[in-house]
């Protein structure tokens, strides 16, 4: 007899051809399911974490046609691409797209108050003046009232 070593040493073996009848065979038997069920999370594991490694590629690939459909939406409706695709890859939120609608935004509101200032009613301009004078008028009974009780106690210089 000769040692199993030396034959496989010695012999080679003609490569296992697997068929899709075969490879179904092995799938349904339900004592090999177990062996290549527990290796499914490891497998669905390593490949999320090597994706977001390498830039996302593959969830590139599968958003590609959405990409692709707005950046058709956007020509059709005549709006630049520059609103429709981050300038910067590593970027999740366009930055420079949400600070031109916050300063949009804040224009429009100074528009806005600038506005109504400009064509207040009589009554209105009335009220802010009134309000005016009492706060002014506030602050000098508050001095008054400061300066009498320094008085009152002697600390005044």
């Known amino acids: 007899k000769i040692p199993r070593q030396q034959i496989n040493q010695h012999h080679v073996f003609p490569p296992t051809v697997v068929t899709a009848d075969s490879f179904f065979a092995i799938a349904s038997d339900p004592s090999s399911s177990s062996n290549w069920r527990q290796y499914?999370?490891?497998i669905v594991s390593v490949a999320v974490i090597a994706d977001i490694l390498l830039g996302s590629p593959i969830?590139?690939?599968a958003l590609k046609p959405v990409?692709?459909?707005k950046m058709a939406a956007a020509d059709n409706t005549g709006q630049s691409k520059k609103s429709v695709v981050n300038k910067n890859k590593n970027e999740r939120v366009d930055t420079e797209a949400i600070a031109r609608e916050t300063l949009q935004q804040a224009r429009a509101s100074m528009e806005l108050r600038a506005y109504l200032e400009n064509n207040k009613t009589p009554e209105q301009q009335?009220?802010?003046?009134?309000?005016?004078?009492d706060a002014n008028m506030r602050k000098v009974d508050e001095t008054l009232a400061e300066r009498q009780k320094k008085l009152d106690t002697g600390d005044y210089k």
């Open 59 to 61: 969830a590139n690939l």
């Open 40 to 42: 499914v999370p490891l």
């Open 126 to 133: 009335y009220d802010d003046i009134r309000r005016e004078m």
């Open 67 to 69: 990409r692709d459909a």
